[in-house]
């Protein structure tokens, strides 16, 4: 009876320790499961953050190629705006006085700013050149008259192709024309009684009407 009774006991523990075990099993199981599909996520993750690097890594590239083939037409702009600034009038520059100083004359002086900062410069300046190219201006300058005479005068700039002065009394007026090394003026006494009705029309103080005034006009030169 005692055996019977002691391998009952033992059955019945074991059959406990079975059950446990399983239910262990079962735990560890789901946690496996739990573990398992978070580092899956996590691969999956990683695999998501390496295409992201490698397409962000493929648009500086290309950005990069971009702004590589774009330098030359950038310093070839920042070249013929070097040039053209002789033949812009200072009394227009306002603004863009500043901007044409820091066009850089160097590589060096190039290599010191990104291509984004000057290729901003350009268009602002290009802009700037553009308004005075398609517009009527009127301002007051001081030439000389001659015989060592200096006076101020209205200036009327028609563009940036042609321009006329005359005296406040129209005793004097003059054509300018613009070149590489800035505004020469010719003495043309005769036409100050047409140049000051133009200046004094585009100041609206004088009725629209028909004026003529000495213009040439010459073919462009192309660049090939």
């Given at each position: ?93 306002g603004d863009a006085r500043p901007l044409f100083d820091a066009l ?121």
């Amino acid at each position: 009876v005692a055996l019977r009774s002691e391998i009952a006991a033992e059955k019945s523990q074991a059959a406990a320790r079975d059950t446990a075990l399983r239910e262990e099993i079962a735990l560890l199981e789901t946690e496996k499961a739990a573990l398992e599909k978070e580092a899956a996520e996590f691969d999956a993750g990683a695999s998501d953050d390496q295409k992201r690097r490698a397409e962000q890594a493929a648009r500086g590239e290309a950005i990069r190629a971009s702004i590589e083939a774009g330098r030359p037409a950038l310093e070839r702009a920042e070249s013929a705006l070097r040039a053209l600034r002789p033949r812009l009038p200072a009394t227009l520059l306002g603004d863009a006085r500043p901007l044409f100083d820091a066009l850089p004359t160097t590589a060096t002086e190039a290599a010191r700013e990104s291509d984004g900062v000057r290729a901003q410069r350009v268009v602002a300046l290009l802009a700037h050149v553009e308004t005075l190219q398609t517009g009527v201006h009127s301002v007051k300058e001081t030439l000389d008259t001659g015989g060592g005479l200096r006076r101020q005068v209205d200036v009327l700039y028609l563009g940036l192709a042609r321009s006329f002065a005359v005296a406040s009394d129209a005793t004097w007026s003059g054509v300018g024309t613009p070149g590489p090394s800035g505004w020469t003026w010719e003495a043309r006494p005769e036409i100050a009684p047409e140049v000051r009705a133009a200046v004094d029309m585009v100041a609206r103080q004088r009725t629209a009407d028909v004026i003529r005034l000495p213009l040439r006009v010459e073919p462009a030169e192309v660049s090939p």
